[in-house]
């Protein structure tokens, strides 16, 4: 099983240079190969990103002399990336790929055989030895290390693939899961999660804080202060968000061994503008990928619901379905067994039914 440690580095002015250069001569090789991907198509031919990276190799040298002052992970592992993107895209998962801008998800890939690890260091080429902030999680063999930037801060995310064994359990109770906007999870036993909504709490803030830096002369040393600001800023909304989800996943997959949830079409509740930026906030799609996977760590099961199920409409005690009920109805009377349910509740039940 695969699975990654993201740790904070303790990185000087002179490793946080190197780690810039890293990243800008990824993105430039990754651009660069798009580009050629496009005009040989045009062409007519037919190229992959084996292809593409011995082309760059053959023309670094003359063209391109910066690129040795990095790993030379850094073009290849981003033209691999690239190939990736457009098997994604050819089998219709993602949409095609696009070019990448400078500031924007910053990092570069290393190998297995391009760094060590000791017990809170860890080994770059061209650079030297690196402080982590904290020793590595697991262990087993170490496949590949990303290393990264948020808000100026540098992080390296490390994938181990461990023989981790998971203890399946049993009679630990069947679970139904329903997730809301305002209350990011409703559970079949009566619990109910209330979602952090980081980005709803601090959206005064961030309103000043990129308002400010829309009125920055571009390329100014003021400018730069206050994209970090709001880089920040943005940084702690997403970690407030995911640390509720990670309490949340490892909760349920500790406590139950069957987990029903629904399969949401979150792309199109994405189109109510009303909804959007609570239903954004709330991060389904990570809150589906945690629980799939900790789950599958801990030996239990993890049910997904048919997309059309009326989990909402059913009556969880008789089966009767209301085709009345609206979206602004939190609670409503069953007319056969004339029980009065819970919205979000009765959803869950038959989520666990």
């Given at each position: 099983?695969?699975?990654?440690?993201?740790?904070?580095?303790?990185?000087?002015?002179?490793?946080?240079?190197?780690?810039?250069?890293?990243?800008?001569?990824?993105?430039?090789?990754?651009?660069?190969?798009?580009?050629?991907?496009?005009?040989?198509?045009?062409?007519?031919?037919?190229?992959?990103?084996?292809?593409?990276?011995?082309?760059?190799?053959?023309?670094?040298?003359?063209?391109?002399?910066?690129?040795?002052?990095?790993?030379?992970?850094?073009?290849?592992?981003?033209?691999?990336?690239?190939?990736?993107?457009?098997?994604?895209?050819?089998?219709?998962?993602?949409?095609?790929?696009?070019?990448?801008k400078?500031?924007?998800?910053?990092?570069?890939?290393?190998?297995?055989?391009?760094?060590?690890?000791?017990?809170?260091?860890?080994?770059?080429?061209?650079?030297?030895?690196?402080?982590?902030?904290?020793?590595?999680?697991?262990?087993?063999?170490i496949?590949?290390?990303?290393?990264?930037?948020?808000?100026?801060?540098?992080?390296?995310?490390?994938?181990?693939?461990?023989?981790?064994?998971?203890?399946?359990?049993?009679?630990?109770?069947?679970?139904?899961?329903?997730?809301?906007?305002?209350?990011?999870?409703?559970?079949?036993n009566?619990?109910?999660?209330?979602?952090?909504?980081?980005?709803?709490?601090?959206?005064?803030?961030?309103?000043?804080?990129?308002?400010?830096?829309?009125?920055?002369?571009?390329?100014?040393?003021?400018?730069?202060?206050?994209?970090?600001?709001?880089?920040k800023?943005?940084?702690?909304?997403?970690?407030?968000?995911?640390?509720?989800?990670?309490?949340?996943?490892?909760y349920?997959?500790?406590?139950?061994?069957t987990?029903?949830?629904?399969?949401?079409?979150v792309?199109?509740?994405?189109?109510?503008?009303?909804?959007?930026?609570?239903?954004?906030?709330?991060?389904?799609y990570?809150?589906?990928?945690?629980?799939?996977?900790k789950?599958?760590?801990?030996?239990r099961?993890?049910?997904?619901a048919?997309?059309?199920?009326?989990?909402?409409?059913?009556?969880?005690?008789?089966?009767t379905?209301?085709?009345?009920?609206?979206?602004?109805?939190?609670?409503?009377?069953?007319?056969?067994?004339?029980?009065?349910?819970?919205?979000?509740?009765?959803?869950?039940?038959?989520?666990?039914?």
């Amino acid at each position: 099983m695969l699975i990654s440690h993201k740790i904070e580095l303790s990185a000087n002015n002179k490793q946080s240079t190197y780690f810039s250069k890293a990243c800008g001569t990824a993105r430039f090789a990754y651009n660069w190969a798009l580009n050629e991907w496009k005009n040989q198509y045009i062409l007519g031919l037919k190229t992959n990103e084996m292809a593409l990276r011995r082309q760059l190799n053959s023309i670094k040298k003359e063209q391109f002399p910066w690129m040795l002052e990095v790993t030379k992970n850094a073009p290849q592992m981003a033209i691999i990336n690239l190939g990736e993107a457009f098997k994604r895209f050819f089998k219709g998962i993602s949409k095609y790929p696009q070019f990448k801008k400078k500031g924007h998800s910053d990092s570069f890939s290393l190998t297995n055989d391009q760094f060590k690890l000791s017990e809170n260091k860890i080994k770059i080429p061209h650079l030297g030895w690196v402080k982590l902030c904290e020793k590595l999680r697991f262990s087993g063999k170490i496949i590949s290390a990303t290393i990264s930037r948020i808000a100026q801060k540098w992080f390296v995310s490390i994938t181990v693939e461990t023989n981790f064994i998971p203890q399946i359990t049993e009679n630990q109770g069947v679970v139904g899961i329903d997730l809301g906007v305002k209350t990011l999870a409703t559970l079949s036993n009566g619990e109910e999660m209330i979602g952090p909504k980081s980005h709803t709490k601090l959206l005064k803030k961030l309103k000043r804080v990129s308002r400010s830096l829309s009125r920055k002369v571009k390329g100014s040393k003021n400018r730069f202060k206050a994209k970090y600001v709001c880089a920040k800023l943005h940084a702690r909304i997403s970690n407030i968000r995911k640390d509720a989800l990670h309490k949340l996943t490892t909760y349920v997959a500790h406590k139950f061994s069957t987990v029903v949830i629904e399969d949401l079409n979150v792309q199109g509740m994405l189109k109510n503008r009303k909804f959007s930026r609570c239903i954004s906030d709330m991060s389904f799609y990570e809150f589906h990928r945690q629980l799939e996977y900790k789950l599958k760590m801990h030996g239990r099961k993890l049910v997904i619901a048919d997309r059309f199920f009326a989990s909402s409409k059913i009556c969880s005690c008789c089966g009767t379905k209301n085709e009345e009920l609206k979206l602004s109805d939190r609670e409503w009377n069953c007319a056969v067994c004339g029980t009065i349910h819970n919205r979000d509740l009765n959803a869950s039940l038959n989520l666990k039914n």
